[in-house]
Structures are given as structure tokens and as C-alpha cells.
């Protein structure tokens, strides 16, 4: 949970250091954010680009340098139970907004996941084979599960930022 | 003529109007708990029929019990080696097919003696402890004096210890099923060879392990309990528990007309590449013994297809040239005994051998083979 403060500070900084829109073309932070990682480098892109985003399928998805990594959410983790197994795709793989691209084994059941956005696949933590439990521990950092590409960049606009996938736990939980 | 189908397919009760699809049909009887019986025993049939219904079927406010039971066959879960969990040759020479489920948990055995029941809910309201307290509950109700309970594993025990259920579940994006198994009155001499693996000691593996138990039939406790009175006590009891109310509606998974897209579902369940191919990565350490010779056999075998291949065979029995050759042949090709023995045939027949190395190279085949 203190990763996800960090990163709301660096992406309030970073849109600070943008130049000005007219307001026409008035853009929420969140969009500036997403358009900035693939359109332009910025100094502070080295180590927290995009803040996360959040899928009502508990999922989340953080850009870097076009490079799209995905995991699964806290809430997601502690509904779960513990994990003994992850089904995850092969590098290559593509895979269209929705699309199943795999499932979490757990004593609870085999849940399926689904893809937060449209691209090809390039990465799957490995590490995931002979320790499937990452995804409770380190849910947002060491049990990230598959990185992809971005093909519809705009399909991030979408998705939740942290304080509105906040609000939407808390709606579900009650 | 959807019509006339429907009246073949189904048995239903009060009118029958012209529907679409069984979506349709539940969505317009209005109620919201439904019991539902397959009419076929085929194993991928039946899966295919859980699958349409979770995907097709709106489950938020609605909750379906489907009752079924199959021909003999093994089903592995989701993320499980069958190569590890059964005995593939015993199956084959008995006519057992496999099947892979998309739900995770264990291997089973299933046969007419076996009673599956799969509760459908919207995610909301999956409760696993709540759909076994229906069977237990069913069940005493039936023989007051039977001693059946849940455990913390989703299992039910006969007398503290016998397995006679195990419990496996799938969470999709809105929905939910659990199913479970019930022994009623299976051929456990079977059950217990078949879910025997062979080679389980040449694998080594990060799949999802079964946790073998002692099994029981309810029937070896008491002779007149019969699947059929069982299956319309947890019929019964399952419309008590939810407040239900409506008979038990007989499906047959083989109509495409009311379930668009079924057929091509029970042919998917059965391509070697979903039973096989999903196998976790494994790699296979052997010591085969040939004509007195001690063969080292190490193979890798990702999504079912053999990835890495190699031999340790004394140079003066087979040249390593031809070992290589051998191993050559193996890779990259499905890690099925049919499918070795036919590239293992063509190799020889483009390369010129002795008779006596064709025959030592036959028998070496054979002795591969044995471990798929």
C-alpha cells in the first residue's frame, strides 16, 4: 500500500512539470500521464512512470515505456487465498481486451484472468513457477504476472486510478 | 422445428413457447432456482453443458443445481500432469478416456456408481460450505443414522474417514460453479488402478498434486442406498435449503439448437492439446533397462510436446551417432506413444541400419514408450 502512495506523488509531480493545454483539449491527469509514457521520455520516467490501473476484474496495469505490466490487486490476492498455482500464457500471445489469458489455482478455486488491454504478450514472471505464493506477498512488485504490449493506448482511459478503484471496493464490499 | 427439439430434448413442465435457447427459456420461466438432470453420460458432453451454462446462463440472480453422471472416465484438474495422477496405458487398454476440467483440484474416477453435482451462483454467492451442507443434510435426512460430514478441504467423509466426495471450483467474471463427486456405488478396483500412476516417480513437477485418500461407497454401508434415490433427496433438499420450488428439469447436451456452440465446446475438451498440451512444464529422469543395458533418459516435455531430449547408452551397444539421430527424431514432436513409435519407424526407414541396430532401436522405442 506505500508503493501506491509513492507513485500518486511522482504522477501529481509529473503532470505539475507538463506544459499547458488549451481548454480544449483539457485532459484529466490520468490521461496526460498515459499519453506522456509513449509519446515523450521524461527524466522522471526512470523509476515511476504511470500510476496503477485498476480493472473491476481486481486487476492492475502499470506502463513503462510502452511496456504494459499486469498483476493482480490486494483485494484480489486476500479473496483469492493462497495461490499453488499459476496458469499463465506463452510469450507471444495475443490477446484482445477481456480476453481469458490464463487462471489463478487457490484453494478457493481456479480463477480465471482477464486481460485489462488489447496487445501481445512479451513477458510472464517466471518466478511464479516454483513460487506461486509472489502474488500473495508482493501482489504490485515481485508477483506481477505477464507484461504486454499497448496496442489502444486510449483502452487505459478506461480503467480506474487508485482512488476510484478504492470507492469501487468499498461499493462491493458493502 | 426448435419447437420439436425442445419437446424431444427436454423434459419440462407446464407450457412450452417457442424459445431461442435455454438461456432464453430460463430467463423467461421466471424463477430463481432451477435443478437441472443431463440426459447423456459422455464425460466431455457433460463438461461442455457446466461450461455453456456458466457462460451463457445469467447467474445474478438466479442459482441452478445441474445433477449428472458419466460412462467411466478420469477427469484431472485444471493445472494437473496426468502422467503423474493416472495410469495412461490402463486407461487406454480399458477404454477410459481422460479429461481435463477447467475447475482446479484433483483427479477423480468417475462411473455410474458416481453422483456429480454442480451448484451455479452468481460470485456474490458462491458458498461451498453451504452446497455440502445440502448433501450432508440430504443425506441424513434419507438414513438418519449415516455419520457424513464436510471438512475444512471441501471433502465429505463417511465415518470420519472415508472420502466419498471431493469438492473442485471455477470463478469466472461474474459467475461461479462448484461441483463435487459423489461414491455412491463405483467400482472401486478400478478407481484405485487407474488413479495409480505409473511413471510418477520419473517426474518431476510444479502441477497441482491430488491428496490421495481411502475411498468408501455409500453403498458398502447401506445396500439400498441407489444413486437415484440419492440424486432426488439432494434435489429436494437443495430446493428446501434455497427456497426453491419447481421440478427437476432433464437437459440433453447434445442439442446445439438450444445451446449454440456446445458441440464445438465438447470438441474442444477433447483435443489433445487442452487434455495433454496444458500440462504444466515437467521433465522426465528415467533409468529404461534394454537387452541388459542401462539407458539414461532425460526429456523435458513443455505444453505436452517433448522440448529437450537425451540418451546416455553404452557406445558399444547403439553408436551415439544414432542415439542422436534418436533424439533428433523425439524432439519437438507430442509426448504420446503413438506419435514416437510412428517418428521412431520413419527415422529408421530413411536411415540405412543393420537389421540389428533397426532392432535394438525398435526396442529402445519401446522401452520410451513406456513412460508416456
Redesign the interface.
Known amino acids: 500500500m506505500a508503493m501506491c502512495t509513492i507513485l500518486r506523488c511522482a504522477s501529481v509531480s509529473l503532470t505539475s512539470s507538463l506544459p499547458r493545454l488549451s481548454n480544449r483539449n483539457a485532459l484529466t491527469p490520468a490521461r496526460l500521464l498515459a499519453r506522456t509514457c509513449y509519446k515523450r521520455a521524461l527524466s522522471t520516467t526512470t523509476r515511476f512512470c504511470a500510476a496503477l490501473k485498476f480493472t473491476d476484474k481486481h486487476e492492475w496495469v502499470r506502463v513503462d515505456s510502452g511496456v504494459a505490466t499486469v498483476g493482480i490487486s490486494n483485494f484480489a490476492q486476500e479473496a483469492l487465498g493462497d495461490v499453488v498455482y499459476c496458469g499463465l500464457p506463452e510469450v507471444g500471445t495475443k490477446l484482445a481486451q477481456s480476453d481469458e489469458f490464463g487462471a489463478l489455482e487457490s484453494v478457493k478455486a481456479a480463477s480465471e484472468l482477464y486481460s485489462p488491454l488489447t496487445g501481445e504478450v512479451t513477458d510472464v514472471n517466471d518466478a511464479l513457477a516454483d513460487n506461486p505464493g509472489l502474488v500473495n506477498k508482493s501482489c504490485y512488485k515481485d508477483g506481477w504476472l505477464i507484461k504486454m504490449t499497448v496496442s489502444i493506448p486510449e483502452e487505459l482511459d478506461g480503467l480506474m486510478n487508485e482512488a476510484a478503484y478504492e470507492r469501487y471496493i468499498k461499493s462491493i464490499e458493502d | 422445428m426448435i419447437l420439436r427439439l425442445l419437446n424431444r430434448a427436454c423434459v419440462l413442465s407446464g407450457s412450452v413457447r417457442l424459445k431461442s435457447t435455454l438461456s432464453t427459456f430460463f430467463d423467461e420461466m421466471g424463477k430463481s432456482g432451477i435443478i437441472l438432470k443431463s440426459a447423456t453420460t459422455g464425460i466431455f458432453e457433460n463438461l461442455a453443458l457446466e461450461d455453456w451454462i456458466h457462460d451463457h446462463v445469467d447467474l445474478q440472480n438466479r442459482s441452478m443445481l445441474l445433477l449428472w453422471r458419466n460412462s467411466p472416465a478420469v477427469v484431472i ?3 494437473q500432469n496426468p502422467w503423474q495422477e493416472c495410469n495412461l496405458p490402463l486407461m487406454r487398454r480399458l477404454g477410459i478416456p481422460l479429461a481435463r476440467r ?4 484433483g483427479t477423480v474416477f468417475h462411473d455410474f456408481g458416481n453422483i456429480n453435482m454442480t451448484f451455479f451462483t452468481s460470485k456474490k454467492k ?1 458458498d461451498r460450505h453451504r452446497n455440502l451442507k445440502v448433501i450432508t443434510s440430504a443425506l441424513k435426512a434419507l438414513r438418519p443414522d449415516l455419520e457424513v460430514a464436510a471438512t475444512d ?1 471441501f471433502d465429505i467423509l463417511l465415518n470420519s474417514h472415508y472420502k466419498i466426495s471431493g469438492t ?6 461474474t459467475s ?1 460453479y ?1 461441483h463435487c463427486t459423489l461414491l455412491c456405488s463405483v467400482d472401486r478396483s478400478v478407481l484405485s488402478s487407474v488413479l495409480k500412476s505409473n511413471t510418477s516417480e520419473v517426474i518431476k513437477s ?3 498434486p491430488s491428496v490421495p485418500s481411502p475411498v468408501r461407497n455409500l453403498l458398502d454401508v447401506d445396500p439400498t442406498l441407489d444413486s437415484d434415490t440419492i440424486m432426488n433427496a439432494i434435489a429436494s433438499q437443495y430446493s428446501n435449503e434455497f427456497g426453491f420450488d419447481g421440478p427437476v428439469i432433464t437437459v440433453d447436451p447434445t442439442h446445439e439448437a438450444l445451446m449454440p456452440g456446445i458441440h464445438k465446446m465438447a470438441q474442444d475438451l477433447q483435443m489433445w492439446e487442452w487434455i495433454y498440451g ?1 500440462t ?2 515437467f521433465s522426465v529422469c528415467s533409468s529404461l533397462v534394454v537387452d541388459d543395458v542401462t539407458v539414461k533418459l532425460d526429456m523435458d516435455i513443455k ?1 505436452g510436446a517433448v522440448e529437450q531430449c537425451a540418451m546416455e547408452i553404452p557406445e558399444d551397444w547403439l553408436p551415439s551417432e544414432m542415439v542422436n539421430e534418436f533424439t533428433s527424431a523425439l524432439n519437438g514432436s507430442k509426448y504420446c506413444p503413438n506419435e514416437a513409435a510412428v517418428l521412431v519407424a520413419a527415422f529408421t526407414r530413411t536411415v540405412s541400419v543393420t537389421a540389428d541396430v533397426a532392432e535394438k532401436i525398435h526396442r529402445l522405442c519401446a522401452g520410451v514408450v513406456s513412460v508416456m
Open positions: 484438474g485444471r493445472h477447467r475447475s482446479g483440484g458462491y478441504r473442485a471450483a471455477k470463478l469466472g467474471r461461479a462448484h510444479n502441477a497441482t496444458r504444466p512444464k505444453n
